[in-house]
């Protein structure tokens, strides 16, 4: 049967807790193996003086499974101390979240912020969130052991040195030892201080100011990793410090400091280490840096140098892009002395930021409306990606060397991204609204690693646009039919003379079904010896489907010298794109040109009239015509005005839009109602209602609910009633399994626009299962039938009971037990006594099934002298 040791362990501890109280401290780590396996490592430091010793060490996995993970290796340890590290792997049932368990009787006697810590079980636990969308995660390592030795009246610190090979954040708390099952100790308290025992959230430093009593005591530290502001699991440590009343001084070691570094450098920190008691020192480091895979760092005692109460030692790191990662390496460093009673060790800290180098210098292309960036291929393998940067006029940016990225106050802005190292081209047509003559744009590029950090930025390069030749000032349609007309103007080109260009002249014209000129095809072109000749009108084109863009090429046409006169631009169309939402339309100034528009007039067709009329103006690229309704079409124009300077002289343009219609459209959700509810335990229902602030406008539209449901945290919300009454707002849930569930409520307009949910409601209210202390089977018709007193819903039990011998009477796994007060497989009842039971309760609860474990004692009266000893079969 499981786990049959629990109570007769129980026994014998009450009777020789010498050979069991041996846990001092401990802490379980996960490496990720693959999608749903993990291999864990148990390390713990026990007393080597007790003669308890654990071969296997039970692990309850969180997922209602146990098993045994084998010990590995034993490190004998000064000071009676031993280091036992047990390693075994397991295959969980799925994505969630998941608390592993590790207990073991007993701790060490004589902690003295544990009460009767002789006789209470030692446990540790690690948290890991499961979730394959936020990619694979194993736990940080622990890199500094957790025993330690402080001395009464002296300032104590200590660091876990934890590091996450995945470069996750990390953040450390103080939190309560815990006992069997993973529980609080009941009466634990901080070790006492002169002032005051704190940790520091951000480095992990353990800082006690100061130990006000000698002894043991025990501490636990909960290091909690963090992805993406996700908390993705914690490792509860257990630690054990000693107290010494001495007159020993701790040696004392020089700051190191922290840095930031580009990979590639070499960062050399000498720590020197004095002891003023002229104790002889020992000097060693640990941290992220000396268990990276490539490149680890060193840290070497000068031993020539090391004098009475002095040692000097280098840590040395050749860092490369390997080493890149959003967090900071944390490196710790510990002198000893060797005091023959009562060494002590002094720690000091320091952080390494590892940045990668900056992308080379961008080379830009400019156009008439756009720019081209090409930049060389980072050599760090790592680089995943690279982001662009753009701002009008340069920055003079100097990187801080602990920056990567551009900060946003350069004024520069974030305009797109490549999707790998090798892919080192971008165009940049803001977006296909293009780029604006007359400005100078600068340009910066980060290179991106797998975590997320950025490089420094690349050094600062600037252009300004191209003009054109010809430089166009208007493409404005003028007929607005399936076989339409768009006029074409441009300046008249100058200083041909220069080239020498004497003519005569053709003009080909080129034209492009898209705004950005990418598919020009020659759609006509005339010959002339009059360069005022400016206008061209392209007949015959659909002007309702989609805007067109233009461009023109001027040609020197005198026999035998005929060559292409300057480059040609595009300028498209204006296109009012339209996007109907609730009784509005969005009017959105969709155009591409080498000339500044500085404002736009916008016309909507008058049904009455058949005319178009001016409804509203605006300098920005978007109008909202509001006040509409919804369902019916309406069509607009745009006319736009603008400047262009070329060779100083300023030329004005109004160019006309094409046509196009919507109609407003209800899109916009309505707010979610405010969720109550609660469980009615025995009657086996969840009550849930809703509602919202009277006169609340964004509910004015609401017709009906949808009510969601998950009887888990983590399980996905799945509709379970639909509602079509705005009035109709309360529903009594009769779940399955349990009453424990999480809900969320959302609202429906007249035109089915869902809301987002509401705050989501999680019930967890019916978890009573009492087991009776009293039993008394014998046949009155009452109390005949050992049952427990409950409201909660469980899916099994698994119930063990024992008589005073510790001989098992009965067993089942009936959540209602029905025990008839006979041993198992007999009729004969037990006798009258007390009965010592073990039940694993196996409930739903928010997080799924969970399983906990009840003990205690039953009184029984049974009017039978059967005495259950001699029942051994």
């Known amino acids: 049967m499981k786990r049959l040791w629990l109570p007769i362990l129980f026994l014998v501890y009450l009777v020789s807790p010498l050979y069991a109280t041996h846990n001092r401290a401990g802490e379980i780590t996960l490496t990720q193996i693959d999608e749903l396996t993990y ?251 000396f268990v990276v895979e490539q490149n680890p760092a060193t840290y070497v005692v000068d031993k020539a140098s090391a004098t009475i109460g002095y040692s000097r030692a280098r840590f040395e790191w050749h860092t490369d892009c390997s080493h890149v990662r959003k967090q900071y390496y944390t490196v710790v460093f510990k002198a000893e002395d060797s005091h023959p009673e009562t060494p002590l060790v002094d720690i000091r800290n320091m952080n390494i930021r590892v940045l990668g180098p900056a992308p080379g210098m961008p080379m830009l292309i400019p156009g008439s409306n756009s720019v081209t960036v090409t930049w060389p291929a980072d050599t760090c393998l790592p680089v995943t990606d690279y982001q662009i940067f753009r701002k009008t006029g340069p920055a003079g940016y100097v990187p801080d060397t602990c920056t990567g990225g551009v900060p946003t106050e350069t004024g520069y802005e974030f305009i797109g991204s490549t999707k790998e190292r090798l892919d080192t081209i971008f ?13 100078e744009y600068c340009y910066m590029i980060v290179s991106v690693y797998p975590d997320g950090a950025l490089s420094y930025p690349s050094p600062e390069n600037c252009t300004p646009l191209v003009e054109g030749s010809p430089s166009l000032l208007e493409v404005s349609v003028v007929d607005h039919t399936s076989s339409g007309t768009i006029r074409l103007a441009w300046a008249r080109p100058s200083k041909l003379d220069t080239i020498p260009a004497t003519g005569p002249y053709e003009y080909i014209i080129y034209r492009s079904d898209d705004l950005l000129g990418q598919s020009l095809v020659q759609v006509g072109s005339f010959k002339t010896s009059d360069l005022n000749d400016t206008i061209w009108l392209d007949e015959n084109v659909n002007t309702e489907m989609f805007p067109w863009s233009y461009g023109v090429e001027l040609y020197n046409d005198a026999p035998g010298n005929r060559f292409l006169i300057g480059m040609p631009e595009a300028a498209s169309s204006l296109y009012p794109d339209l996007v109907g939402e ?31 009329d001016s409804i509203g103006f605006t300098t920005d690229e978007t109008f909202i015509d509001e006040g509409l309704s919804n ?45 109550n509810g609660y469980s009615v335990c025995d009657s086996g229902y969840n009550h849930v209602s809703w509602s919202y602030e009277e006169d609340i406008p964004c509910a004015a539209d609401v017709v009906g609910y949808i009510l969601y449901y998950s009887p888990t945290i983590e399980l996905p919300m799945v509709p379970i009633a639909e509602f079509n009454s705005r009035n109709d707002t309360v529903y009594d849930h009769y779940a399955e399994n349990s009453l424990t569930g999480c809900y969320f409520v ?101 997080t799924g099934l969970e399983a906990y474990v009840l003990t205690g004692f039953i009184y029984v009266y049974s009017g039978s002298d059967n005495d259950v000893f001699i029942e051994t079969k």
Not at 428 to 436: H, I, M, P, S, Y
């Open 631 to 675: 369902g019916v079409e309406y069509c607009y124009r745009v006319t736009s005005t603008g400047w262009r300077l070329l060779d100083g002289k300023l030329y004005e343009n109004v160019n006309y839009s094409h046509t196009n219609c919507t109609m407003p459209v209800d899109t916009i959700p309505p707010c979610p109602p405010d969720l």
């Open 39 to 289: 291999e864990i490592t148990i390390t713990t430091f026990t007393f080597t003086l007790s003669q308890a010793d654990r071969n296997e060490l039970e692990v309850q996995w969180g997922d209602n499974t146990f098993s045994y993970a084998p010990r590995i290796s034993i490190t004998k340890l000064p000071n009676y101390y031993q280091k036992n590290v047990y390693i075994t792997q397991h295959t969980f049932p799925g994505p969630g979240v998941y608390v592993i368990v590790v207990q073991d009787p007993n701790r060490n006697d004589g902690v003295k912020n544990i009460p009767n810590s002789v006789n209470v079980v030692f446990s540790i636990k690690t948290t890991i969130l499961i979730n394959p969308l936020l990619g694979n995660n194993s736990s940080p390592i622990l890199l500094n052991p957790p025993i330690d030795r402080a001395a009464y009246g002296q300032i104590f610190i200590h660091n876990p040195a934890a590091y996450d090979p995945d470069g996750d954040s990390i953040s450390y708390k103080l939190t309560v030892c815990t006992e069997q099952d993973g529980r609080p100790i009941d009466g634990y308290t901080l070790p006492p201080a002169s002032d005051t025992l704190f940790i520091n959230a951000y480095t992990g430093d353990l800082t006690w100011i100061t130990p006000a009593d000698t002894g043991i005591f025990n501490i636990a530290i909960d290091i909690e990793e963090w992805r993406s502001g996700v908390k993705i699991g914690n490792i509860v440590r257990d630690m054990q410090i000693d107290v010494f009343n001495t007159d020993n001084h701790p040696p004392v070691q020089n700051e190191p400091g922290n840095y930031c570094i580009q990979a590639g450098n070499l960062l050399s920190i000498d720590m020197i280490a004095t002891d003023e008691d002229s104790d002889s020192i020992q000097q060693w480091a640990t941290g992220g840096p």
């Open 427 to 439: 165009v940049d047509d803001n977006n296909g609204n293009g780029l604006e003559q007359g400005n």
């Open 582 to 612: 609730d009784n509005h339309i969005v009017v959105r100034m969709r155009k591409n040109v080498p000339w500044i528009n500085y404002d736009h007039t916008v016309y909507r067709l008058n049904q009455s009239s058949g005319e178009y």
């Open 746 to 846: 959302t609202a429906i307009d007249s035109f089915d626009n869902e809301s987002v949910p509401s705050v989501r409601l999680c019930l967890d209210e019916c978890s009573n299962y009492v087991l009776p202390n009293v039993f008394s089977p014998n046949g009155d018709g009452i109390n005949d039938i050992y049952r427990p007193l409950r409201t909660s819903y469980i899916e099994r039990v698994d119930m063990t009971i024992f008589n005073r011998w510790g001989l098992q009477v009965f067993e089942t796994e009936d959540p209602d037990i029905n025990w008839d007060g006979k041993i198992t497989g007999t009729d004969k009842l037990v006798a009258p006594g007390v009965y010592y039971y073990i039940c694993d309760v196996y409930e739903y609860r928010l």
